[in-house]
């Protein structure tokens, strides 16, 4: 009987002892793992907030994403009950950032390529004026919004401590890389290194830039209705399950917290992206 009680002894020691070290072995690899996120994080949402002209600290951009990682699965798991559902919740919550950034990125170019029209009349007509092509751009920058008035000014600036104007338009072109910013960038290294009539130069340009503008236009307004048929086929059955788990709970249970279940939402899941990223293929088009 003591033997028996000592085996037992030693058998829930060594359990207790392994059961320690591979506790200390998740810890030790979750610890260097969130450090290495939180540094590559913040490194990256630095540059990303000073791509537009925002001075924050990333370490309090970082625990804005932790804490709607967190906050956003909570709310997954305590709606469907179902923890299975809120473990990649949590882990695309750390996606979102990117995803936002490059929303806002797209946005910031688009709303650069609707001002350079009337940006380059001004200048135009403050070259035509008599004034320089510095001066001219200073002019632009006290009366233009953003985000085209931050990037002449930073163009600006670097023309004051000594950049030559080849190297700021080239700066101009990686900052904002656009077919547009190209373009006007290459406009003017040409009148400038072949002498030509910069001021004539930029009308053309403007106006080459305000027909592409409203073509674009005009494709954005016929491929409207392709648009929000993506979002109702994405969105419907989404919309259809919740209706029916409001409905018929006991039946819907099954998808939520059976393997087959979880195993068709993922084939649903991938079908609705398909779907919705072969729709907006069909409609984006290209000028």
């Known amino acids: 009987m003591t033997n028996n009680s000592d085996v037992l002894i030693a058998f829930t020691v060594v359990i207790a002892l392994s059961a320690g070290m591979l506790a200390w072995f998740v810890i030790d690899m979750g610890t260097v793992t969130m450090n290495r996120y939180k540094a590559n994080f913040t490194e990256r949402a630095k540059f990303q907030a000073q791509e537009f002209f925002l001075f ?3 370490r309090k951009l970082f625990m804005a994403n932790l804490a709607s990682m967190v906050l956003v699965s909570m709310l997954v798991w305590m709606a469907t009950g179902s923890a299975v559902l809120a473990i990649p919740v949590f882990f695309m919550m750390a996606l979102a950032p990117r995803f936002l950034y490059a929303w806002m990125r ?3 170019m688009q709303k650069f390529e609707e001002q350079l029209p009337d940006a380059l009349m001004m200048l135009s007509g403050g070259m035509r004026a008599g004034v320089g092509l510095s001066a001219a751009m200073a002019q632009l920058v006290a009366e233009a919004p953003a985000p085209l008035g931050q990037e002449f000014s930073l163009l600006l600036r670097e023309q004051r401590l000594g950049v030559t104007l080849e190297q700021s338009l080239n700066n101009l072109s990686r900052r904002v890389p656009t077919q547009t910013t ?12 072949t002498g030509g009539g910069l001021a004539e130069t930029l009308e053309r340009t403007a106006a080459t830039i305000r027909a592409r503008l409203q073509m674009e236009g005009k494709i ?6 392709g648009k929000l048929q ?4 994405g969105l419907l059955p989404v919309a259809l399950a919740l209706v029916l788990n409001k409905m018929e709970p ?9 393997r087959l279940g979880w195993a068709t939402l993922a084939v649903l899941a991938v079908f609705e992206f398909l779907g919705v990223y072969v729709i907006r293929k069909i409609i984006a088009i290209d000028v």
């Not at 190209?182 to 400038?192: K, Y």
């Not at 006991?250 to 059976?258: D, G, P, V």
């Open 56 to 58: 924050i600290d990333p």
């Open 106 to 108: 797209a946005k910031r």
């Open 182 to 193: 190209t373009l006007v960038v290459s406009a003017m290294r040409i009148a400038t290194e």
């Open 220 to 225: 954005a307004a016929l491929t409207a209705q």
């Open 230 to 233: 993506a979002w109702v086929v």
């Open 250 to 258: 006991e039946a819907m249970s099954f998808l939520w917290h059976s």
